[in-house]
Structure formats: structure tokens, C-alpha cells
């Protein structure tokens, strides 16, 4: 729906031990997501993980590997605390043979794309961690797309981030983000006679909001995005103090 300003945090109305959970919206324009990438292929180079001469890792891939460095810090973790980052991977291009382009419906895989400790994850770099993103969505095969099948045809039932947790060792003690990427989409361009919206969120509250849930849309620019996070409000206003989160905002 179209503001004329961006809304402000939505607060849930059931408390909680570590407080309130909201959502805020940040921007980064598409200088800034270039940036991010740039930097963290340089990374990879400098740590010989991959050669000048192949870029690996995706805006995508940076972007969520720098939205997970910065919420990890601002959560203030212990050093040993085993962090989760969750993201949908298309398997369209993955299986074998391809999926025909007559298929209507979603053929969308959950994976967990990294898993780490907060030192392991702070004291190493954002290429470092954008490159196991990237290498949990290379290990993603028809092999893996087939066994979740298979599980499913066993024990019928919505497949979410919780059945890929259960396969994390350690999982009752674990902090996770999950990121849905809605970045293709064209959500700006749809106008219903009240001007061009400035942001599109998803409109969860209350009990629907989960700490640890990030949203990417498209932005009003082109290559822009405005990333929907949900998180504890005490995570946000510690992300928003922190310089090097905020530098690459727009």
C-alpha cells in the first residue's frame, strides 16, 4: 500500500522474555549492494578461496552474508553460541533433468546455509562467510531435492526451516535467520492510484512476528532493495548504532 512515509516499527503486543519483537526497514541502493559484493570477492581472493579471474559469490550472497555478520553482532552472542543462517534456493535449475517451464508452482528448497560460532563467524571476514553461503547452495543437488521427497512422500506435511534445524547438531541451542528473496518481483510497480509506494512490507504483526525473520523486496530504484527485518527490539537499536552496519545504508 502506498505512504508517504516509511512505517514505523510494529510492535508486537505480547511480551517476552528478552522484550519486544519488531520489524524496520532498511535500504541499500544499488551502489552500495555493488560495494558489498566487491568486497567480499576481494576477500575470497586475498584468502586465496577463489581466483581473481572467478567471481563466486552473488549480491544476494553478500548482501544475506553482511546482514548476518551485522545481526549476529548486534545480538550480543557468547563467543561459542552455534549460529544458523537459513535461505530458499530454486530448484528448478537443480534438478535433473530440469523441471519443465510448464510447471506452475512453487519448487522451492529450505537450506541451511551456514552454520558457525559467533567468534568463528566476527572474527572472520564477509567474504569468509559469504562464500559458505555460497557453497551450501553449490551442495544443494537433485540428490538432496530427491531425499527431501522422499521424506515428505513418507510423512506428508509442510516443509519449513524447522525440518532442516533438526538436522543441525546441537539444534535446541541455536540462533537462526531465515531470509525469504522477493528481490525479482516487481512490488514497486504496483499501483493502485495512490502514487508509487515508497516500501513494501509484509504486513506480519503481533503473534506472526518471529525474531530472526528478513524479508528482501525490490526497491523504488533500479537495483535497489529494502530488506523487512524482524528481530528483537533491543537487536535493532544496537544495528542501528553500530557504524559499520550503518555505512552501507542509504
Not at 35 to 47: G, Q, S, T
Amino acid at each position: 500500500m502506498a505512504s508517504s512515509k516509511l512505517p514505523d516499527p510494529s510492535v508486537n503486543s505480547s511480551p517476552n522474555k528478552d522484550g519486544a519483537v519488531i520489524t524496520k526497514i532498511f535500504h541499500f541502493s544499488s551502489k552500495t549492494i555493488s560495494k558489498l559484493k566487491a568486497k567480499a570477492n576481494a576477500e575470497c581472493i586475498h584468502c586465496n578461496c577463489t581466483n581473481s579471474n572467478n567471481i563466486i559469490i552473488s549480491s544476494f550472497q553478500s548482501l544475506s552474508a553482511f546482514l548476518w555478520r551485522s545481526i549476529t553482532r548486534a545480538r550480543n552472542l557468547p563467543p561459542h553460541q552455534i549460529n544458523v543462517f537459513m535461505l530458499p534456493v530454486n530448484n528448478r535449475s537443480k534438478l535433473n533433468p530440469l523441471l519443465s517451464e510448464d510447471y506452475f508452482g512453487n519448487s522451492v528448497g529450505i537450506i541451511v546455509g551456514g552454520v558457525t560460532t559467533t567468534s568463528e563467524l566476527l572474527q572472520n571476514g564477509l567474504g569468509w562467510a559469504a562464500l559458505k553461503l555460497h557453497q551450501a547452495v553449490v551442495n544443494y543437488t537433485d540428490k538432496e531435492i530427491r531425499r527431501w521427497v522422499d521424506v515428505l512422500v513418507q510423512c506428508p506435511r509442510t516443509l519449513n526451516g524447522n525440518d532442516r534445524l533438526r538436522e543441525v547438531e546441537g539444534n535446541n541451542n541455536v540462533s537462526t535467520l531465515g531470509i525469504n528473496d522477493f528481490s525479482k518481483f516487481n512490488t514497486i510497480g504496483n499501483e493502485f492510484g495512490l502514487g508509487k509506494p515508497l516500501a513494501f512490507c509484509s504486513g506480519m504483526n503481533g503473534d506472526k512476528l518471529s525474531d530472526g525473520n528478513m524479508t528482501i523486496y525490490s526497491g523504488r530504484q533500479p537495483g535497489s532493495v529494502d530488506v523487512e527485518l524482524c528481530l528483537f527490539h533491543h537487536t535493532i537499536s544496537n544495528l542501528q548504532s553500530d557504524h559499520d552496519f550503518v555505512q552501507f545504508l542509504s
